[in-house]
């Protein structure tokens, strides 16, 4: 079955340090999308970086980037300077190409310490 | 401003008891989702509309129907609803090509009792 694994349930990481968010996924397919999405206390998810398979670069947008190794299928998030404002549950996904499914991983809380 | 909106927010229902969750989204997308969170599981995909009268399941489609007979709206149908179906859903939209990122409603928290 095709799904996503993230590893790490927690993290606790000391403000302004940099962190990074584990994302494997397992699939067959060759053409699929991949996604980071941040869920605050308050609930709301809100889209943080995107990345196609067939995309050469990896993702940047402002203090995050994505860790795209394709031939070991993962795509691990890297938040650069962390803030207090980044403590919330992170999530991977992925869009197949070929069904447009979306698969979500289980996510990873992280907690940003002062 | 651009949004998804969902009604209700919060409901407490019985068991058996149908119900509509709607959906509805501003950005004339033809991608429109739903989604069920629930503690440790993450967001799973219940179904999914790739334009106009088409609809198609997700992992997680039993117990639910759906209907897309405007572009914009997107109901969640819950036609027997049992205590298993107690959960925070999302109704999300995005582009109609993969490379988009999908808006999310606020979220409607369902208890079923």
């Known amino acids: 079955a095709q799904k996503i694994t993230q590893t790490q349930p927690g993290m606790f990481v000391q403000e302004k340090e940099a962190v990074t968010l584990d994302c494997t996924y397992d699939?067959?397919?060759?053409?699929?999308?991949l996604f980071w999405y941040k869920q605050p206390s308050s609930g709301e998810m809100i889209f943080l970086i995107y990345?196609?398979?067939?995309?050469?670069q990896n993702a940047t947008e402002g203090r995050y980037s994505l860790n795209f190794q394709k031939a070991r299928k993962s795509a691990n998030l890297v938040i650069s300077a962390s803030q207090l404002g980044d403590s919330a549950m992170y999530f991977c996904?992925?869009?197949?190409?070929?069904?447009?499914?979306?698969?979500f991983g289980k996510g990873t809380r992280l907690h940003i310490l002062p | 401003e651009a949004q998804v909106t969902q009604n209700p927010r919060y409901l407490i229902t019985v068991t058996g008891k149908k119900l509509t969750v709607t959906c509805s989204q501003n950005m004339n997308h033809e991608y429109m989702s739903w989604y069920r969170q629930d503690p440790g599981l993450g967001l799973r995909q219940i179904y999914y509309s790739m334009n106009v009268e088409v609809t198609d399941k997700g992992d997680v489609p039993e117990g639910y129907k759906v209907s897309r007979k405007e572009k914009r709206n997107f109901p969640l149908i819950l036609e027997s609803p049992s205590p298993n179906q107690t959960s925070l859903y999302f109704c999300a939209s995005s582009r109609i090509s993969p490379g988009y990122e999908q808006y999310f409603g606020p979220g409607t928290r369902l208890t079923v009792t």
């Open positions: 699939t067959s397919d060759q053409s699929y999308g």
């Open positions: 996904a992925m869009r197949y190409y070929r069904d447009d499914k979306i698969i």
């Open positions: 990345q196609g398979s067939y995309d050469e």
